[in-house]
């Protein structure tokens, strides 16, 4: 499943695949279902999945990366229900990298990607065309006893920043991020009691 507003009204919108694979945009508008629509164009076996929905081309509305079962990634820039470009992402393959989130980490006004490795390396990709990776690794020094909280425009320079969390001691850490690099980093002083989470913002699954 995707959430954003695909159609730009607004409202924010379903994308839904049945289990036939074919997909399905169900528009939403003050809590009530306006429409639905056949998003023709995406990747159809059940092999594929929807890993985030960034807007790529700066639009203001979501496009998809989807991901085959051996790990490789494309991304299907969308107008509406209609995908208008499809292409291919030349980041590695291997399954242990994941999506973890996406915003705009270097401030070009177009959503990045953070991924981490399985065993805790994290890297963020910049998709300015889709072309060429701007890569920054490792992006955070944090181990795997830290675990992704948000993301989120902290420090009020319009790049988003990143906020980390023990996973055992509930002490939370902010990396400030300026041009995709790490400018800052500061244990916050929010409280460690781990009875609080923060809810990751899901993009896709
Ligand atoms: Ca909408
Ligand atoms: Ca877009
Ligand atoms: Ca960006």
Redesign the pocket.
């Known amino acids: 499943m995707g959430t954003g507003d695909f159609d730009g009204d607004g409202g924010t919108d379903l994308l839904l695949r049945h289990a036939r694979g074919t997909w399905f945009l169900y528009r939403i508008r003050n809590g009530a279902l306006v429409g639905s629509s056949n998003v023709g164009g995406l990747p159809e076996g059940s092999e594929h999945r929807l890993v985030a929905a960034p807007?790529?081309?700066?639009?203001g509305?979501?496009?998809l990366v989807t991901r085959d079962a051996r790990g490789a990634w494309s991304v299907q820039?969308?107008n509406g229900d209609t995908v208008t470009e499809q292409r291919g992402l030349p980041l590695k393959k291997s399954l242990a990298w994941r999506v973890v989130d996406s915003a705009d980490f270097d401030g070009d006004q177009l959503d990045d990607l953070l991924l981490r490795y399985a065993t805790g390396d994290w890297m963020i990709y910049g998709l300015a065309d889709g072309s060429q990776p701007r890569r920054s690794f490792p992006v955070l020094d944090a181990g795997d006893e830290w675990t992704f909280a948000s993301a989120g425009g902290y420090s009020g320079d319009g790049v988003a920043d990143i906020m980390l969390r023990h996973t055992d001691l509930g002490s939370w850490k902010l990396f400030t991020l300026s041009e995709a690099q790490v400018v800052a980093t500061a244990e916050s002083g929010l409280d460690a009691d781990l009875n609080w989470s923060a809810p990751a913002r899901q993009a896709g699954t």
Do not use: K
């Open positions: 807007d790529l081309n700066g639009d509305r979501p496009d820039l969308m």
